[in-house]
């Protein structure tokens, strides 16, 4: 890496800013993210993402106070809340057991919705499309360099005042720059499986999210999360070195055995679903020079707070208002890294305890005063004021 970067044009006035333009590796939540905030500040900007098309694989996720302004913020917001779920109260059970009952919305101080992946996908999708941002597909990004070029395997380099790294854990523009990254994988992955409702699992308790955690020598473990009126996400987890239960096609004699409570369910499961052990990612650095990494390029976390997507559309939102009052990209980097990282940083330590320790089978606390929620009460530097 090299200390000698043209910092390019002066980002703090409005006049300059109208010209700057920036390219993004990625079009996922974070990049989408990011282009249309980096748009609504007056930023022109150009999606690359490798696929034939924008999609977003069937899973399950939770979007708290943090994301839902970023929504607000970028006019995904409505979109979103038109097809998402909102649980009244987060359950704990062991070997059928309740042991822990925690209330989620005003209640807990902190708004909590379910969804699916692909209806949260789409909905940022289109609010970018709406924006008029470029989005150009069956572009593999491949590498950047510190001063503001963007190359990809068949189109050749592009030049910006800004380059982004939202290419996910394999960031090729991560690696492309060397910058060290901690990588660690744990004992335990998940199972992810979207399924359709069904008519005997509705109403009552099973409008809850429901954390359910087989005895303790089968260390299997499912959370049921309704995300729709019509789906259901089932994260499975268990060790990674269970071949049984990380099986697919999904072994439903095993999970039915461990969590009888949802045999009807999982009796459903077809060939879907797919297995990943939980993971950590986390770049040294955020930037260099005038490129900026996003979403799990920088900081991937296990899904045990919830909060990986909430992360990265907050940093992104951040990345964009941060930009408007710097005297050069590089400064506006290095300070929007100082300001937002220590937060993010917490969420993937609090992350990684929780999957080293399975301690959410005691209880997840969810409370206005909790520490571990402090990131989803969080009101992200540039969003608008909730609805």
């Not at 999708?125 to 989005?135: H, Q």
Request: charge should be negative.
């Amino acid at each position: 890496m090299t200390n000698d970067i043209n910092v390019g044009p002066q980002v703090g006035s409005k006049a300059m800013r109208r010209r700057l333009h920036a390219e993004i590796a990625g079009a996922g939540f974070s990049g989408l993210t990011t282009a249309i905030a980096l748009n609504q500040h007056g930023w022109s900007v150009r999606i690359h993402e490798a696929a034939s098309t924008l999609r977003e694989l069937g899973a399950g996720l939770f979007i708290w106070d943090n994301g839902l302004r970023v929504l607000q913020t970028i006019g995904a917001y409505d979109e979103v809340m038109s097809g998402c779920h909102q649980a009244r109260f987060y359950e704990t059970r062991r070997t059928g057991a309740v042991v822990a009952r925690n209330p989620f919305g005003l209640d807990a101080g902190c708004q909590m919705v379910t969804l699916t992946r692909p209806h949260l996908y789409n909905a940022i999708a289109s609010a970018a499309i709406r924006a008029g941002i470029e989005i150009v597909t069956d572009s593999e990004v491949i590498a950047a360099t510190p001063d503001g070029e963007l190359k990809t395997k068949c189109d050749g380099s592009f030049e910006a005042d800004l380059i982004i790294g939202a290419d996910g854990v394999k960031s090729k523009v991560r690696e492309s720059l060397g910058i060290p990254t901690e990588r660690k994988i744990f004992a335990d992955g998940v199972l992810r499986v979207l399924l359709d409702r069904i008519d005997e699992m509705r109403g009552g308790d099973w409008e809850n999210v429901i954390d359910f955690w087989a005895a303790p020598e089968k260390s299997l473990r499912v959370l049921y999360v309704p995300c729709s009126p019509s789906e259901v996400y089932l994260s499975m987890m268990s060790p990674v070195a269970h071949p049984t239960a990380t099986a697919v096609p999904v072994n439903k004699e095993i999970w039915c055995d461990a969590v009888p409570e949802l045999a009807p369910l999982i009796r459903t499961i077809g060939t879907q679903g797919r297995f990943n052990p939980y993971e950590m990612t986390r770049a040294r650095e955020w930037s260099v020079g005038r490129v900026a990494l996003v979403g799990d390029s920088a900081h991937a976390m296990p899904p045990t707070l919830g909060q990986g997507v909430g992360c990265a559309m907050m940093n992104a939102l951040a990345l964009a208002a941060i930009l408007d009052d710097v005297a050069s990209i590089p400064e506006g980097l290095t300070l929007w890294e100082k300001k937002e990282r220590p937060m993010t940083d917490a969420t993937q330590n609090e992350s990684c305890n929780i999957a080293e320790t399975r301690r959410l089978q005691e209880g997840h606390t969810i409370n206005a005063s909790d520490y571990t929620f402090s990131t989803a009460k969080h009101v992200p530097t540039g969003s608008r004021p909730a609805a």
